[in-house]
């Protein structure tokens, strides 16, 4: 394996896609497929009253699922986009995976860096020159973005840090 390669480790691999695939797809039909029978056997059977609105199985699963699917899909709505459920979420895996957050914090550097750029490129093109407070602001950016490329690794957690930071200074 050549420096720079993660390491498959094809046990937890397939560890993983094992529990991805039971639980987003087996374990939800199967509960799927309980719950219906369960309720309708247990519950709808023992009431005339509701057997007269679900006379079958079947017409017992095609009502809950013209009913069912549609208010789930509207609780997913809600969840993803009204409540502060999904950004808990987001914020749980951005602090818990070093990969996320270190995809995170270089797009926030190369923006840092494009803007830079962009700056000294429209002062240089209407024939400007730098002053020597931007050349030092320069250095001082590129070697604060130096020393912590070199300082960071998956384990230490400085790009959360480094987040930190940066966030502090936009919203301050």
């Not at 374990?27 to 079958?56: D, S």
């Not at 509207?74 to 818990?96: S, W």
């Not at 020159?129 to 130096?146: D, G, V, Y």
């Amino acid at each position: 394996m050549s420096s720079g390669q993660i390491p498959k480790h094809r046990g937890f691999r397939g560890w993983f896609y094992f529990r991805m695939g039971w639980s987003t797809y087996f374990a939800f039909i199967f509960a799927a497929i309980n719950t219906l029978t369960v309720t309708f056997y247990l519950a709808i059977e023992k009431y005339p009253t509701l057997e007269f609105i679900f006379p079958t199985f079947i017409h017992y699963v095609g009502i809950v699922s013209c009913i069912g699917v549609p208010m789930l899909i509207l609780i997913g709505y809600v969840h993803f986009k009204r409540t502060a459920a999904r950004r808990a979420e987001i914020d749980v895996a951005y602090e818990t995976n070093p990969y996320v957050a270190r995809t995170l914090v270089n797009t926030q550097i190369l923006l840092s860096l494009n803007f830079k750029l962009t700056e000294i490129v429209l002062k240089l093109s209407t024939d400007q020159k730098l002053t020597k407070e931007e050349i030092t602001e320069i250095q001082k950016l590129q070697t604060e973005l130096s020393d912590f490329v070199t300082e960071r690794t998956l384990q230490n957690k400085m790009d959360l840090a480094f987040f930190k930071k940066i966030e502090k200074r936009a919203s301050g």
